[in-house]
């Protein structure tokens, strides 16, 4: 398969930092379309991939799955996009596209695996995928998102993960007018997860071990603010919410959130805690309540959580920076250094 070269930013090794390298993208065929990347934004994920947290790294790696810019070419048989088209990638770049999930339209629990945006075996070209830590990105129409025209464009780059991963549980869990709604954690997720649950119209309470992100929450629209080892206030929360959506990834008890729950209630996590968490049975059975997990959401719930966010003005609190200052950023990030997420301005790299 032809390809082009592309100037990108990755890492041969977990123990070198980010640096600038070409990289190959396949040519466009025939329903790909082709972007100049104009922003990327910076995913706890991406830290864990490049540092191979979880064992599976595929070297070298240019992270980076919130992805926004703007089309430069496209397929002869590409029918959704044209030239000058503003558009995003998210996780997702391919599935099966035959299977149970992928006929309902959950890509994400594609049967045979999906394809990711980076760090996955590329089907159509060989080798694996390469993020948008880089200057264009190839994808086949059918995985790429129409970008309404935000205001703050770069801010609205993470909605492209993080957004989907608090809205997809949202939806599914039905928040909205009459629900009380917790959020564990303000951070990239937990700060998008307020605006999104209020917009829906939920009561929506905070739960933080931070005495700073007290008056943050509030001013992100939560109604309560709580501090999660003041026992005394946590105690007049106990059988009060409908749904607790988790954020925390790292080790912490969630059997004390599961006693925040109503009769029926979910606590969904959608951080990811590197150690297993023990749940007592009891804290499941009485009330019936439940533990569950939610991974970002699919191609057509993007597209309208794209559309929502747009609705209700909703972008990322951000940082933005230059594609020369990313490994700084990732270290800060490591350090919980952020509020609440960053954001590369691409133009960066052509310099």
Request: net charge negative; with cysteine; aromatic share 8%.
């Amino acid at each position: 398969m032809e390809t082009i070269k592309v100037k990108a930013f990755g890492t041969n090794s977990s123990n070198d930092e980010l640096a600038e390298m070409v990289i190959n993208r396949r040519k466009v065929q025939a329903h790909d379309v082709e972007m100049e990347i104009l922003y990327c934004g910076i995913c706890h994920s991406d830290l864990h991939q490049i540092k191979n947290d979880f064992g599976a790294t595929l070297f070298p790696i240019v992270p980076g799955h919130e992805i926004l810019g703007r089309v430069t070419a496209i397929g002869e048989h590409v029918s959704k996009f044209s030239i000058g088209d503003l558009v995003g990638v998210g996780c997702i770049v391919d599935s099966c596209r035959h299977c149970e999930s992928c006929e309902e339209g959950v890509e994400q629990f594609c049967e045979e695996g999906v394809t990711f945006s980076f760090n996955s075996v590329d089907k159509v070209s060989g080798g694996h995928t390469f993020g948008g830590f880089s200057n264009t990105y190839v994808c086949d129409e059918k995985y790429v998102l129409r970008m309404p025209e935000f205001d703050n464009l770069a801010s609205a780059a993470p909605l492209l993960c993080a957004g989907i991963t608090v809205y997809s549980p949202l939806m599914h869990w039905q928040a909205g007018p009459g629900k009380k709604v917790g959020v564990l954690g303000i951070g990239g997720l937990g700060h998008l997860a307020i605006k999104i649950a209020k917009a829906m119209g939920a009561e929506v309470t905070v739960f933080t071990t931070s005495p700073s992100k007290i008056e943050d929450a509030i001013r992100l629209g939560a109604d309560h603010a709580v501090l999660s080892n003041d026992n005394e206030v946590m105690s007049n929360y106990t059988r009060q919410l409908h749904f607790i959506i988790d954020t925390v990834s790292a080790k912490h008890d969630v059997n004390t959130y599961l006693n925040l729950l109503r009769h029926d209630g979910t606590v969904v996590l959608v951080g990811l805690p590197p150690e297993a968490l023990e749940i007592g049975a009891f804290n499941v059975v009485s009330g019936r309540k439940s533990f569950a997990g939610s991974n970002i959401g699919g191609i057509k719930e993007t597209q309208e959580m794209l559309d929502f966010c747009y609705k209700h003005n909703i972008v990322a609190d951000s940082e933005i920076i230059n594609i020369q200052d990313v490994n700084t950023a990732f270290e800060r990030l490591e350090k919980g250094d952020v509020k609440y997420r960053f954001v590369i301005d691409m133009a960066s790299l052509k310099n």
